[in-house]
């Protein structure tokens, strides 16, 4: 033996809960928790909780009047490249800051979403979020309602050089989402990402979905 015990990785708590008589070990993986929001206050502007997103939002639309927000079908191929031209400007932003972060994987999931759009936009209620400032295109969001009243987030992208444009598509798409009575948001993990568990939490979640590493033993090691 080589001492190593197997786990399950990414159990949610509803799977633990049916654990307990079996002598098997559940630890909280807190790094791969989903982070998920009340549609309701994202989309309202008079939110008390999230008044500095909100102010950004107003700064926002004070200097790009001219912003247009539109909902697309993934299944739309005039958007496609501009999402590419974009992802890539903010790749480069992105390693300009942090030589060491991998942008391959990422794009390999875009382009892989994209080229399959029909397949995986057939049956299932998948949009893409568009913010155009002449043109150009400048943040996109990929979000999809998975059940009724429930939406998931899959990618979101913007150009930083335009200060409060991922404050201004978050909500937007809220606002697109409470009008389809749709009530919970899920934004996914932050991968143990200390930037993006800043910014997640500072959206104020209304509930986390929690999600456990599963053994025979209890693990020392949580970053299996």
């Avoid at 979403?113 to 150009?136: H, K, P, Q």
């Avoid at 932050?190 to 568990?197: F, H, M």
Wanted: charged share 25%; glycine share 4%; with cysteine.
């Amino acid at each position: 033996s080589s001492g190593i015990q197997p786990v399950l990785h990414f159990v949610p708590e509803e799977s633990v809960r049916e654990l307990h008589a079996s002598g098997l070990v559940a630890t909280e993986d807190k790094s791969s928790f989903d982070y998920v929001y009340s549609v309701a206050k994202l989309a309202d502007p008079e939110n008390a909780g999230l008044k500095v997103k909100h102010r950004l939002v107003s700064t926002f639309l004070k200097l790009y009047p001219d912003v247009q927000f539109e909902i697309r079908s993934l299944t739309d191929a005039s958007v496609h490249q501009q999402m590419m031209v974009l992802f890539k400007k903010w790749g480069e932003r992105k390693k300009a800051r942090n030589s060491a972060y991998d942008l391959a994987h990422e794009e390999s999931a875009i382009l892989r979403l994209l080229s399959r759009a029909d397949a995986i936009s057939f049956g299932t209620d998948i949009f893409v979020s568009c913010a155009f400032l002449r043109g150009e295109m400048i943040g996109f969001g990929v979000d999809e309602i998975v059940q009724k009243q429930y939406a998931l987030s899959h990618f979101i992208k913007g150009d930083i050089a335009y200060r409060g444009i991922y404050e201004f598509i978050n909500e937007r798409i809220a606002q697109h989402l409470l009008a389809h009575d749709v009530h919970l948001w899920n934004w996914e993990q932050d991968l143990d990402i200390e930037g993006l568990r800043k910014m997640k939490s500072t959206y104020h979640p209304a509930e986390f979905f929690k999600k456990y590493f599963v053994s025979e033993f209890p693990i020392a090691d949580k970053t299996l």
